[in-house]
């Protein structure tokens, strides 16, 4: 759960990076697991799905839908690669057209969660800005014995 709410977070802050009057339109690629747990990349697609469906409401971005962005990053699913990889948000870029790519990371250090977002400029693959969440801790890891 708390990894799942500081994730959740983290589209909820993006909202704070968006600056331009309007809609400014955005993808948010798959989240990156930085947790050192592996079983946990089931759920990053999850998790993105989530995070575009709360931004989708907001006034200040228009997201590219969740379910334009699965043809992208198809290739990379099945060829094995990271779907959070450099190359899979410059094809994602490519495909949709938006300069704006927000890269959602979930971090687990020291027993406990953190959310980062990175919003990203497509063209010049450099960071516009970023934001961390609050570090969470959470009882899972304790119960998994780790």
């Known amino acids: 759960m708390a990894a799942a709410s500081a994730v959740l977070a983290i589209g909820v802050a993006t909202l704070g990076l968006a600056w331009a009057v309007g809609r400014t339109p955005i993808v948010v690629a798959p989240v990156v697991n930085q947790t050192g747990y592996p079983e946990l990349d089931g759920y990053r697609l999850a998790l993105t799905h989530e995070?575009?469906?709360?931004?989708?409401?907001?006034?200040?971005?228009?997201v590219l839908p969740y379910q334009r962005l699965l043809p992208i990053i198809s290739q990379f699913r099945k060829s094995g690669g990271d779907v959070s990889s450099l190359a899979s948000v410059g094809a994602i870029a490519e495909h949709s057209g938006i300069q704006t790519v927000i890269v959602p990371t979930l971090e687990y250090k020291d027993r406990r969660w953190r959310g980062r977002i990175e919003?990203?400029?497509?063209?010049?693959?450099?960071?516009?800005?970023?934001?961390?969440?609050?570090?969470?801790?959470?009882?899972?890891?304790?119960m998994t014995g780790s």
């Open 51 to 62: 995070i575009v469906a709360r931004l989708s409401e907001s006034r200040l971005v228009r």
């Open 119 to 142: 919003n990203r400029n497509a063209k010049t693959g450099l960071s516009d800005g970023a934001y961390e969440t609050e570090s969470a801790a959470s009882a899972l890891i304790t």
